[in-house]
């Protein structure tokens, strides 16, 4: 699943109205009705608070509000920039400071819309891929190589552990698994045991 780098904050102008789109990285509905509530204190004389979000593995659950504006000329354009860049986990609200020009349904649509997409491109996207940490459990006289090994490979190691055997923790993706114990078996003469612990998901740019 994909979601943005980090939050941000982002601003243009369109026919004297100002459009400013932040951007946050949430988990829960809470953590985006947080985001939103926040923006709007520190915004409450802005004309429209406008926000969309989507969560969920799958960006299952969607909310949006127009704020105010013509139905469906703002809260449901932001969503569909959210929705066609393949995002999760992502709340956006858009403040307008209108500036006396209408810009009339489709312009409000576009100008919306175009406010996500730049601020989206100004911080970036990366794709969230499930890890499982693995344990790998050797004698101390093969850990060293076993470690410089596993710094050539796509697995570095990111931990260790030295008690009467070496523990080294691998975070390898969930689809290399059975690959990755095979290549284990061959490094070490089949001298190691391996151990599957949590599952996480870890930030991939793309």
């Known amino acids: 699943m994909r979601t943005i780098k980090h939050s941000g904050v982002h601003e243009l102008e369109i026919r004297r109205s100002r459009f400013i ?11 985006a009705q947080a985001f939103i509530a ?12 406008c926000t969309a979000y989507v969560l969920g593995e799958h960006g299952e659950i969607t909310r949006n509000s127009d704020d105010g504006e013509p139905a ?3 809260g449901l354009p932001m969503l569909e920039v959210l929705g066609r860049r393949g995002l999760t986990g992502v709340a956006a609200v858009v403040t307008r400071y209108f500036g006396g020009v209408k ?19 100004a911080v970036g ?12 459990t050797v004698g101390h006289d093969r850990a060293g190589r076993l470690q410089r090994d596993l710094h050539a490979t796509p697995y570095p190691p990111v931990g260790a552990r030295y008690g009467p055997s070496a523990e080294i923790d691998v975070a390898v993706p969930e ?3 059975t690959a990755f114990d095979a290549w284990v078996a061959a490094a070490t003469g089949g001298q190691a045991a391996v151990r599957r612990g949590a599952r996480a998901l870890v930030d991939v740019e793309i």
């Open 38 to 49: 926040a923006r709007r204190r520190a915004h409450r004389d802005a004309t429209h608070n």
């Open 175 to 177: 689809e290399e698994l």
């Open 72 to 74: 469906g000329t703002a």
């Open 125 to 136: 996207v990366v794709e969230r891929r499930p890890v499982v940490t693995v344990t790998v």
């Open 103 to 121: 810009l009339g349904a489709g312009g409000l649509v576009r100008a919306y819309g175009q406010a996500v997409a730049e601020t989206i491109d």
């Open 21 to 31: 789109c932040a951007l946050a990285r949430v988990l829960t509905e809470e953590e």
